[in-house]
Every structure is written in C-alpha cells, then in structure tokens.
C-alpha cells in the first residue's frame, strides 16, 4: 500500500520568506500527485496537481511543486510568502487508476508578519 | 465558485446510536468519497462512490458503515451504532472524474 511523508510538522517563517515543504511517498507504479491547502477555519483546497508530462508544476496562488521520480518526492515551494499563507499544507497520491487518495501528516505553516 | 457542502457541521451522539452525515456534491460531479480525519492523525480514505455502487472502500468501512445517494444531489454516510472510537472529522469529496477531488468543509463528529 502506498504512504506519504512530510517531513515538517510544523514550519514558523517571516513574510517574503521562501518556502519549501517536503513530501515523499512510497509506490512504484503511477500515481498522481496533489497538494492541497486548508486555510483556518476553511475547508481543504486544491493548491496544484500533477499528472504527467512536465515535472515542474505551477498551482493557484505562486505556489509550484516539483515532482522527482527517483526521489519519489513532490516537494512544495513558493518564493516570497505572505502573511495569508499561514495554514495547513496536505501533500496527497492516488494511484493513477485508484480511487482514493492518501494523505501525508500535514505541515502547519505559520507566517509571522 | 460551486463548493462541496456538508450538513451539519457539528454533531455529538451517544455511543451505540446511529448518525448519518450529509453532503451536497458539485452539482455536475459522478464520484463522490468520504474521508475522515481523527484529532491528531492523517485524514483516512473511507469510501468511493460511483453509478450508485461502491467502487472501493477502506478496511475502516465495516458494516457499521454505509454511503447512499438517495436522490440526485444529497451523498450520505450512515454510522449505524456510533464508537468512541468514530470521534473525528468526516469529509465528503467529489469530483468529475476520477482524478481530482474537492472537499467540503467537514462535520466533526464526537461520540460520547
């Protein structure tokens, strides 16, 4: 069965800080990949997806992801991070012909103005 | 922006008695999921749902548990004899096609 890693659990950050969020998963075959963002109070989003073709992928909101086939990783970043940027941040696979997605722990991202 | 809803938002039972937890799915959608998340721990697949039938399920979904779409725009789960153990965040999910969801807010059950 495949699993999914974050590495943080939780990160503290300035505004105008990069960000990056650290997310393996174990499986071998396809898989999609996703993040998703949950914002206080709101309920989970799709922040960015990546099915096939290039690995550098770009979601809402100057967030992008990387997808490394060898590492098996799907790494989050975005170059200068606001203060509404503090929220959760669930990376998430799906075997590409499966149905349900998993989850990794979550990295709670505060940013401090 | 058309949003997944769920109903309600929060509810607390007695262990042994049945809840059902309702969500609304995107009006166009075909798949529909639940999810749950306990205080604490990875939000857990449950359930996937299409063309009226179960299309996968998690070891979680036991026979204490059901999904039903009983008519064309609620999904349901039913917890038929409610556990301490149940306590956690249920999230309904939906999606056009099998390739990406969207969640709704959750209801966040606690079983006394």
């Known amino acids: 069965a495949q699993s999914v890693s974050q590495h943080n659990h939780h990160v503290i950050l300035s505004e105008a800080a990069s960000l990056e969020l650290g997310c393996n998963y174990s499986?071998?075959?396809?898989?999609?990949l996703f993040w998703y963002v949950q914002y206080p109070g709101q309920h989970l989003q799709l922040l960015l997806k990546?099915?096939?073709?290039?690995?550098l992928v770009k979601g809402i909101k100057g967030f992008e992801a990387e997808f490394i086939k060898s590492k098996f990783s799907f790494n989050l970043r975005k170059p200068s991070v606001q203060w509404s940027d503090t929220a959760e941040y669930f990376c998430?696979?799906?075997?590409?012909?499966?149905?349900?997605?998993?989850f990794g722990g979550g990295t709670r991202v505060l940013v401090k103005p | 922006e058309p949003e997944v809803t769920q109903t309600p938002s929060h509810q607390v039972t007695q262990m042994g008695q049945e809840v059902i937890l309702r969500c609304v799915p995107i009006?166009?959608?075909?798949?529909f999921y639940w999810y749950r998340q306990i205080l604490g721990q990875k939000v857990e697949f449950l359930v996937s749902?299409?063309?009226?039938?179960?299309?996968?399920k998690s070891e979680i979904f036991d026979d204490q548990f059901s999904v039903e779409r009983p008519d064309g725009s609620n999904f349901t789960l039913k917890i038929r004899s409610t556990k301490l153990e149940d306590s956690a965040m249920y999230f309904c999910?939906?999606?056009?096609?099998?390739?990406?969801?969207?969640f709704g807010p959750g209801t966040r059950l606690l079983v006394l």
């Open positions: 999910a939906s999606g056009v096609h099998q390739e990406t969801q969207y």
């Open positions: 990546y099915f096939s073709g290039d690995p």
């Open positions: 998430a696979v799906k075997i590409a012909a499966g149905n349900k997605l998993t």
């Open positions: 749902f299409y063309n009226n039938e179960i299309s996968e």
């Open positions: 499986y071998g075959g396809t898989v999609n």
């Open positions: 009006s166009n959608h075909l798949y």
